[in-house]
């Protein structure tokens, strides 16, 4: 059950990089280059500070298991530490989002939409 929670969030804060979350491509794609600048800027704004919101609520969930000193029972680890990389995956998330902002002010007459991928049609 813990690989389970482990991959998904790693996978989100790779997904985030690699500009591989699920966005509206074919509106996206359609527009014009503008347009799409001020998309990729509103969708990765609003997506930063969700994944910095849950990053919070998470942090204080396992903080509240840290503090109940619950075990997982098959381990015989702490709860805590097979769910400590949840947070950490919202984290990094964010910070993959806000990294996508500077990149698009950064550079003028293109348009990324993560720090790795610049948009192109295919």
Same mark, same amino acid.
């Given at each position: 059950?813990?690989?389970?929670?482990?991959?998904?969030?790693?996978?989100?804060? =790779?997904?985030?990089?690699?500009?591989?979350? &699920?966005? *509206?491509?074919?509106?996206?794609? !359609? #527009?014009?280059?503008?347009?799409?600048?001020?998309?990729? =800027?509103?969708?990765?704004?609003?997506?930063? &500070?969700? *994944?910095?919101?849950?990053?919070? !609520? #998470?942090?204080?969930y396992v903080?509240?298991?840290?503090?109940?000193?619950?075990?997982?029972?098959?381990?015989?680890?702490?709860?805590?530490i097979g769910?400590?990389?949840?947070?950490?995956?919202?984290?990094?998330?964010?910070?993959?989002?806000?990294?996508?902002?500077?990149?698009?002010?950064?550079?003028?007459?293109?348009?990324?939409?993560?720090?790795?991928?610049?948009?192109?049609?295919?």
């Amino acid at each position: 059950m813990l690989i389970v929670i482990w991959i998904t969030f790693i996978g989100l804060s =790779y997904a985030a990089r690699k500009g591989r979350h &699920i966005r *509206m491509a074919a509106i996206f794609d !359609l #527009s014009t280059s503008k347009i799409q600048k001020f998309m990729i =800027y509103v969708i990765s704004a609003i997506s930063a &500070i969700f *994944m910095f919101y849950m990053t919070y !609520l #998470s942090y204080n969930y396992v903080y509240t298991t840290f503090r109940w000193q619950q075990m997982l029972p098959a381990l015989g680890i702490p709860y805590w530490i097979g769910v400590f990389i949840v947070p950490l995956g919202f984290f990094l998330a964010g910070i993959h989002y806000v990294m996508t902002i500077v990149k698009n002010i950064r550079i003028k007459n293109e348009v990324w939409v993560s720090p790795e991928q610049k948009s192109e049609y295919e």
